[in-house]
């Protein structure tokens, strides 16, 4: 398997525009976690689906996020509209039981 | 809440000694408890788990952690370091009672080696 796949690897936008991060879990998996790092705030869980529900959504941080996973092989994190402190790592990860964590890459986000 | 806390920002050893890092948590039960190393780009990688049982577990790399009830610790260690052991390593906890959940990581661990 290849992996968590995340895209794109880099993204630069500028205030106010549209972000949309991808990920593709890995097969058979049926957990999904969005994680945000910085240096100040270190790693937060924005949100996690099991079986394609969202089941925890607190740590999404307002309106301007959201999160979908319309089928097992796909979620999306969007961003309307980016600004400057969106500016972070954004990473998926995904789990079939909950014992260990198999994360993507990262997409590094910087918001000009 | 739950919470982890790693008293650590930054620790450089020399390459060949030893090493600990340190590992708090704060849950109401005995919690899942893990550690992640981060290499510079990349995602983060498990090295190790506990759930239950012996107390002292051994994860990839040459890395083993113990289980401390009394003390709410997790400390990690390995007994000596290579210069490619030089990442950021993170302790995380999960709810035993819901798997599949989430985890919360402490801030994280700079490791420095020194030649």
């Known amino acids: 398997d290849a992996g968590v796949i995340q895209s794109p690897r880099h993204e630069v936008t500028e205030m106010g525009q549209e972000v949309t991060l991808r990920c593709k879990p890995i097969s058979g998996h049926n957990s999904l976690f969005w994680y945000r790092q910085t240096m100040m705030r270190g790693l937060e869980l924005l949100i996690y689906f099991n079986n394609n529900v969202p089941i925890d959504d607190s740590g999404m941080p307002e309106d301007r996020f959201s999160a979908k996973m319309p089928n097992a092989s796909f979620s999306t994190l969007k961003i309307q509209p980016s600004e400057p402190r969106d500016s972070a790592v954004y990473f998926c990860?995904?789990?079939?039981?909950?014992?260990?964590?198999?994360f993507g890459s990262g997409t590094q986000l910087s918001v000009l | 809440a739950q919470s982890v806390t790693q008293p650590d920002i930054h620790i450089t050893v020399s390459e060949g000694a030893s090493l600990e890092l340190r590992c708090n948590y704060s849950?109401?039960?005995?919690?899942?408890l893990f550690w992640y190393v981060q290499s510079p780009g990349q995602g983060l990688q498990l090295l190790l788990k506990?759930?239950?049982?012996?107390?002292l577990v051994q994860g990839i790399k040459g890395f083993e952690a113990e289980f401390k009830r009394s003390q709410s610790s997790f400390n990690l260690r390995k007994p000596s370091v290579h210069w490619s052991d030089a990442a950021e390593y993170f302790c995380a906890v999960g709810d035993p009672y819901n798997q599949g959940g989430k985890l919360i990581f402490g801030q994280g661990t700079e490791l420095s080696v020194k030649p």
């Open positions: 990860a995904s789990t079939d039981r909950g014992e260990k964590l198999f």
């Open positions: 849950y109401g039960a005995t919690p899942y």
């Open positions: 506990y759930f239950s049982g012996d107390t």
